[in-house]
Antibody, heavy 119, light 112 residues
Framework: QVQLVQSGAEVKKPGASVKVSCKAS????????ISWVRQAPGQGLEWMGW????????NYAQKLQGRVTMTTDTSTSTAYMELRSLRSDDTAVYYC????????????WGQGTMVTVSS | DIVMTQSPDSLAVSLGERATINCKSS????????????LAWYQQKPGQPPKLLIY???TRESGVPDRFSGSGSGTDFTLTISSLQAEDVAVYYC????????FGPGTKVDIK
């Protein structure tokens, strides 16, 4: 079945970096893009950016420009999101999401990866 | 950037009754060339990722019960649950994908 499976929870110190993976299966990975969305504890959803799995083009949220990098490995159908210079307010569940349907809405989601930033 | 707002922040509805959630965008999300509203609704239950319910403002995702319906155009949209079931307790988010995606703050739906 169509699914996105993410890597496990991470605990990082302020100033460190984290790299979260998102492995796709059940569809042609290079036909669609992957977005990353995060959710701080008890808060709403924040779109972080998007990468085309076809050609690697990216579009990042302005507030994260310079700290985030999204990449893909088409040989393993895996997308990656790296966030640098972590701060305590980066503590959140990070989701990958794909738009494999007839619109650009996010019809598939990973299970989420909890990233905790704490000294 | 397009800012999304939702009302109410939360609501409690009796089982079998109607629940209505409103969503407003700071600018139109209607694309004139195809007459489609780039607006989606998601349901999120505790500890789970969001689930797509509605796209193009009113098209139900496959497998979504028909008690869920979406309406509206331009800048004002509504999600209606016609007969609330216990399993519908969740937070509901609207999202525009007309430009750089953005979500509303969410509406929590509970049983009265």
């Amino acid at each position: 079945q169509v699914q996105l499976v993410q890597s496990g929870a991470e605990v990082k110190k302020p100033g460190a970096s984290v790299k979260v993976s998102c492995k796709a299966s059940g569809y042609t990975f290079t036909s669609y893009g992957i977005s990353w969305v995060r959710q701080a504890p008890g808060q709403g959803l924040e779109w972080m950016g998007w990468i085309s799995a076809y050609n690697g083009n990216t579009n990042y949220a302005q507030k994260l420009q310079g700290r985030v990098t999204m990449t893909t490995d088409t040989s393993t159908s895996t997308a990656y999101m790296e966030l640098r210079s972590l701060r305590s307010d980066d503590t959140a569940v990070y989701y990958c999401a794909g738009e494999t349907g007839s619109s650009d809405a996010f019809d598939i989601w990973g299970q989420g990866t909890m990233v905790t930033v704490s000294s | 950037d397009i800012v999304m707002t939702q009302s109410p922040d939360s609501l409690a509805v009796s089982l079998g009754e109607r629940a209505t959630i409103n969503c407003k965008s700071s600018q139109s999300v209607l694309y004139s060339s195809n007459n489609k509203n780039y607006l989606a609704w998601y349901q999120q239950k505790p500890g789970q990722p969001p689930k797509l319910l509605i796209y193009w403002a009113s098209t139900r995702e496959s497998g979504v019960p028909d008690r869920f319906s979406g309406s509206g155009s331009g800048t004002d949209f509504t999600l209606t649950i016609s007969s609330l079931q216990a399993e519908d307790v969740a937070v509901y988010y609207c999202q525009q994908y007309y430009s750089t995606p953005s979500f509303g703050p969410g509406t929590k739906v509970d049983i009265k």
